[in-house]
């Protein structure tokens, strides 16, 4: 069986070439300001491919899942959608949840400790395919500042208690990759990058990226006298104007999963 694993794709899922095959993975940012009639228009080119299950979690940027859920997932027709729930699929268990680390006030954001916890505790032991927006602490999560940004909480639970046999995951858009590590398989599904003329010209991506500071900061000060919702105040029609499809979708043989009933998860010597 074949998956295939997209994520991050933020309103360019129409310039994403996706490949055919079993079960399709989108493990969040469908969008950019997280507008529901970003959803529909995802939703209509989903129906568009072939692929038998489509199976979608939301991310950080994806507002109008978290504020108005029931409105928004009807929007969602042609995919299986997961948020901290899970759904079999030709003998797959598979869980999904949109969380990530607080960051400023985005979509799905929890502290990290027990706030963001309550989530990762209700991933069930025996699943097989974890879907989660942001990455476990150490894998695939370095940003191009060469930080970590995954989420160690989560990373606990992957050494502790769930051993999926393939995890993925996205958030980290410069991650983009995959890894194996004990027997599970972790995938970072990202999709854009940053546009080529913000690497090849650096001043002016440095006067964008002002620009777009500027911009949040006008909103912030705004939100003082006026209130902004917080997919106002990320806005992000000007960061649109940075990315493009970067990278290629990442396709998973479920024969090369590993069944290895002895596996032992990942020692932190190893990250
Ligand atoms: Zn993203």
Known sequence: MKIVCISDTHNLHRATAVPDGDILIHAGDITVAGDAREVADFNTWLGTLPHKHKVVVAGNHDFCFENSPQKTKALLTNAHYLQDSGVEIEGLFIWGSPVSPHYHDWAFNRK?????????????????????????????????????????????????????????????????????????????????????????????????QLGIRIFRLFQWLKNLFWKTTPAQRHSSTLSQFQWEVAHAAIVIETASLSTDPNFRAPSKSLL
């Open 112 to 208: 990290r400790g027990s706030e963001i916890r309550r989530h990762w505790k209700l991933i069930p032991p025996h699943t097989d395919l974890l879907i989660t927006h942001c990455p476990p602490f150490g894998i695939l999560d370095t940003s191009d500042r060469g930080s970590h940004e995954g989420c160690r909480d989560l990373l606990d639970v992957l050494q502790q208690r769930v051993r999926p046999r393939l995890h993925v995951f996205g958030h980290i858009h410069e991650a983009h990759g995959y890894t194996t590590i004990g027997t599970t398989q972790y995938v970072n599904a990202s999709i854009v990058g940053p546009k080529g003329w913000t690497r090849r010209f650096w001043l002016l991506n440095q006067l964008t």
